[in-house]
């Protein structure tokens, strides 16, 4: 291995490692039931969570090196057990620079429902553009889940999908965007929740959900940074 | 500048970093969705959050200072993509010193319904003296939401307003005091949603809540405070 | 002002103060609403939470020795806008030590209702030996909320009322015990919400009710501390 | 007591100390309203947290050794006052080396209306296989709820039972995996109440429940590690 993309490899190990304390940090995930992945840019690599160790206990040393196969490359931890998904979205969906899985408790409760999450806030015209789409119901083990995603997503302006009965998945240029999606994903599905438990939300027109997703995917941010969703 | 200007500012520039605090503090903020603006007293300034930076990074530092036209006079980071809104409100309101937004989720809920919130509480009556309004719905990007603010609090008691699908903005003497409003805004929200969630709230009589207002803004907190709304 | 009541003074300052941390721990208050009292046993003085300052800011220090007419007899702050209640009580019920204000969330919507809450939970028959009551509407300025929340609580089980549209008046033998009482109060009123919400709770034998609440009040706790309920 | 059995006891107090840390974490508990004991493997023994103690007080050193009639065998506090109920279970089901109490807010509303959490979701099919039950309504103070515990889990998939107007109990092979089972349970109860207070949840096949279980029993987690529930 190279020395640059071990340096690569060790960001991403930091960055994703870090990232999950955004997860707690907003109430997103329960005991060991979340976690984040990066895709090692220019490689067929990725860099995910251990299984089922604790959000405390996570380093940049504990990350787990998998190919895009899911297999780990490096190291003895098992990678988590959604590592199989993961690794399905960036075969498929080569501009994904990130992926996060949560069963964040709004958004998991539209998707027990199979229900998809209406656009009524200008908070979700910004980031999902419209409608938060459910996917498929799928069994853990092989590329169902990730045949999921990548079938609801591809095509769809929202970097978030609710898989029935399950939870949520995000995608991003990078890792940190995902998070973001995943953030904003139970956040406006928590509003969407309290709008719908006492009436009807007022419509948005479509032409205005347009003109807002349109402005914040490209102005939003600093100039000198990287894109909106990084 | 002269000296004097330039020490309000550094101090306005670590109020209002500082006030970003108890946004996240009272979880009314997800992301980098929410902030807080200052006027320079006597100056055709203010002082505003950078856009997109994450609240963990604010500092006085970071903070943008603008003209009244939202126009960034110092440094080099982008102001908040609320600017606009903020100063509508500093040019069309001179007692106003301090302008916040959020998208709490209770107040977004009867937002998003376009439902004003009656009121029902002593709590309320107190900061708000009445039914917190609604605003129009309006697009990001001119002055749209600055007049939508403006209009719909001249004349009315209430510090806060809710605009239609969108979230809440609130206006106060100082920065501090706007933060107030947006806080006990979200708490007078929340227990009115749940109040409602099961029954109906006891009606309180007009008199009682002008009585209740009317103290609330002459008596409570320190005399040698600033005035209650600081 | 002799030695021992130096003393005494002392550690109810230290012990109010800090005993504030706990409404805050558990999310009772907003902003600056919500305070604890203690009688300073054998006087007629109490120690209470000045009006308007920050839970952060709250330290032995500030808070504000009053007579039993709720004048402040030392130092120059302000006591809570609360304190004619607070003396109110302590004047009529010279068993209590402590009294405790809030707004809690969940408390409040059924304050708001003019509900009490039924008792269907254990720990409310422990804590509360039964529903917890709704006290009168009343003004605040003079002695109508302490009138209410004793006419209310005396010859009650519950260290708890709800003061309708107002908010949480809790008792105890001590300023701890109160404390507590505030904190189940709104944790049962939770639970009842939520049970109420998708429908019924099953109904519990007055017997039990009773069996619990004689069983919590003489047994919990270490024999070798205070009561269960300081 | 020998040296092995000492060293085992040290562990186990100092681990049953910290779980609590848990409980508060996840906000299961209230005020002193909830505990976690451990079994000594191999003696008739059992650790468990002191009556009445606050959570920020607990530590190796104030946990209570008792036997597996809940007598206190070292040191001078009080067990739990559901120790009972702890030993019941431990001299009922050799397999348990944990057991947890709380009354968590959802769940408990779900044990209010006397309703087991029907299986709509992945993440309780993992943990629970199915439903998580409803057991009796039983007085504190005896064998009552000991044996409506074993008799309702006994032969269950479910690590966790809704005692009736009460709360929470669950059971593990360790204390750690009772903890996990008790934020497992007030995550899927929380999840299951706000999928049913806006319509209805997608049924699941059963054959899929038994998929997701077994799976979830015996691949997840570090395979160098004790075993998922561990």
Known sequence: MNVELSRQISE?????ARLHGELTRYGLVAWTAGNVSARVPGHDLMVIKPSGVDYDDLSADNMVLCDLDGMPVEGELSPSSDTAAHAYVYRAMPEVGGVVHTHSTYATAWAA????????LTAQADEFGGEIPVGPF?????????KGIVSTL???RSPAVLMRNHGVFTIGRTARAAVKAAVMCEDVARTAHLTRALGQPVPMAQADIDALYDRYQN??????????NS
Chains 1, 2, 3, 4 share one sequence.
């Open 113 to 120: 429902r199979g229900e998809s999450i209406p656009c009524h």
């Open 219 to 228: 102005v939003y941010g600093q100039r000198s940074s990287p894109p909106a």
């Open 154 to 156: 591809t095509g769809h």
């Open 12 to 16: 991403l190990r930091e960055s994703v």
């Open 138 to 146: 799928a069994l853990i083990g092989g590329d169902d889940i990730g």
